[in-house]
């Protein structure tokens, strides 16, 4: 009994890949998106080496935006959230506000995402910065591969920035 009870916390908490073919689970997947820290299929590789200074990407990782952003030297650097590939870094975040959840527009003439819904604003890096929005975009769980990104895996440029948030 003791161990079915542990096996039930693990699934819950951590273990969401070790659920496997548990039917109930596949549901609540659907509309449970694993934590980061959780590593399921639906990896999403992007060659960054083609992106130029000041462009802006969106790839779709798991049914959600993702924008990349390559950094100008007019932009702030924050590192805390900056993925650095070569010598070049990008704000990489999955591209829905965090107030309510709707996707905020690139704007470059002021360097900032502003979310039409309720008028919130993000810096360069994700962060919020005025309005509602009641914390940073999120960062996807993400690893280095040469030029490459790997949306959905946890490398150690992500630990590294999650240990500092
Ligand atoms: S959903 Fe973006 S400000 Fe409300």
Redesign the pocket.
């Known amino acids: 009994m003791a161990v079915k009870r542990r096996d039930f916390l693990g699934m819950a908490f951590g273990g969401f890949v070790a659920a496997g073919g548990a039917i109930s689970l596949v549901a609540m997947k659907k509309t449970w998106d694993p934590l980061p820290s959780v590593k399921a299929a639906g990896f999403t590789t992007v060659d960054l080496s083609p992106m130029e200074e000041g462009q802006l990407s969106t790839v779709t990782w798991r049914g959600k935006p993702i924008f990349i952003l390559k950094k100008t030297a007019e932009m702030k650097k924050n590192e805390n959230r900056d993925v650095v590939v070569g010598n070049a870094d990008y704000a990489v975040m999955i591209g829905l ?1 965090t ?4 996707i ?1 527009t690139w704007t470059p003439a002021t360097l900032q995402f502003k ?1 039409a ?4 604003e993000f810096d360069a890096s994700g962060v919020n910065t005025f ?3 009641p914390r940073p975009m999120d960062i996807p769980p993400f690893r280095i591969d040469g030029t490459k990104l790997v949306l959905g895996e946890e490398g150690p440029e992500y630990k590294k920035l999650v240990a500092k948030v």
């Open positions: 506000c107030h309510l959840g709707c905020p979310c819904c309720h008028g919130g309005g509602p929005p």
